[in-house]
């Protein structure tokens, strides 16, 4: 039986009887979906409560639907402008675990003058690859028992978007996460690898950490500032360091209805080494948590 049929079973007054023998069900699958909220509220309530950083993935399990926005200005008047970010709905379906199915990003190619003249090269828009992770919350305690948490992730992502727009292959990012508070201060910190199933010659495997420093303020306030790093071994770009500060502001989670809040942020980035992917960019970030 579909949760959406539980639902309205439940909710929609058809039947107090059929209600109440939901309710009462020994039935497992049925067991399972009633209990999904009371489980996501025992499993959050295991770890610090900070709020999810702009860059960084949270070590933290949450459960939400997330929207990014980039504004990516990048070399010789070439911009790129990311709509979701890959970004999509985050579920927390058992204990200690949770998964994120994303949404492939539409990708937008600002166009850029050739040697001073006026013509332009035809962007490339497009989708770009599909996205899911898997998170495994390896210990944690929340604010009242040690104020931690250390998560080992698992990436993937499919060749799934428009040739201008895809990797071409299959990646892998294992990546090793973890989090220490200190009153209102929190740090978020992760480090992964990712593994291309071909074109290592292009694509590399690129080493990324990425660190956030976060301060909560005034109830619903989370200003911070993320260190994005990422160091390539091999392919392309070899030997290049890719360095990005990241100054932003996060406000949440203001309650809506029950459950249901939201989450919303902006942050700036700039580049401080040589040769970067791109020079500098806007970022805009909305979470439905629930």
């Known amino acids: ?38 489980r996501v509220t025992r499993i959050q309530n295991e770890q610090p409560h900070w709020v999810t950083p702009l860059v960084t993935v949270t070590p933290r399990l949450e459960e939400e639907f997330r929207y990014d926005q980039f504004w990516q200005a990048q070399r010789y008047g ?25 949404v ?11 040697h001073g003249t006026k013509k332009k090269i035809a962007p490339s828009d497009g989708w770009a690859d599909e996205t899911f992770l898997v998170k495994y919350r390896l210990v944690s305690a929340n604010e009242d028992n040690g104020n931690y948490i250390v998560t080992a992730f698992l990436g993937f992502s499919a060749p799934t978007g428009d040739a201008a727009n895809s990797s071409g292959h299959f990646i892998f990012t294992p990546t090793i996460a973890a989090g220490k508070g200190w009153g209102n201060f929190d740090i978020q910190s992760t480090l992964g690898v990712s593994f291309p199933n071909g074109g290592e010659d292009r694509l590399g ?17 989370w200003p911070e500032f993320e260190v ?47 040769q970067p992917l791109y020079n500098h960019a806007v970022i805009l970030t909305g979470r439905i948590p629930f």
């Open 205 to 221: 495997m690129p080493l990324a950490w990425n660190t956030t420093f976060q301060y909560h303020l005034f109830h619903y306030f």
């Open 228 to 274: 994005n790093h990422t160091w390539w071994p091999n392919g392309d770009r070899a030997g290049l360091n890719q360095v990005f500060l990241t100054p932003g502001l996060l406000i949440g989670r203001i309650p809506i209805h029950d459950r249901v809040g939201l989450t919303f942020g902006a942050g700036y980035q700039v580049a401080v080494t040589h």
């Open 104 to 114: 492939p990003a539409w990708i937008a190619h600002g166009g850029r003058k050739i």
């Open 1 to 38: 039986m579909s949760v959406a049929v539980i639902a309205v079973m439940l909710w929609s007054g058809q039947s107090n009887a059929q209600s109440a023998s939901l309710l009462n069900s020994n039935n497992p699958v049925i067991r399972y979906f009633l209990d999904w909220f009371p």
């Open 78 to 102: 070439h911009s790129l402008d990311n709509f979701g970010g890959g970004k999509g709905l985050e579920l927390i379906p058992f204990e200690n675990t949770e998964i994120i199915l994303g």
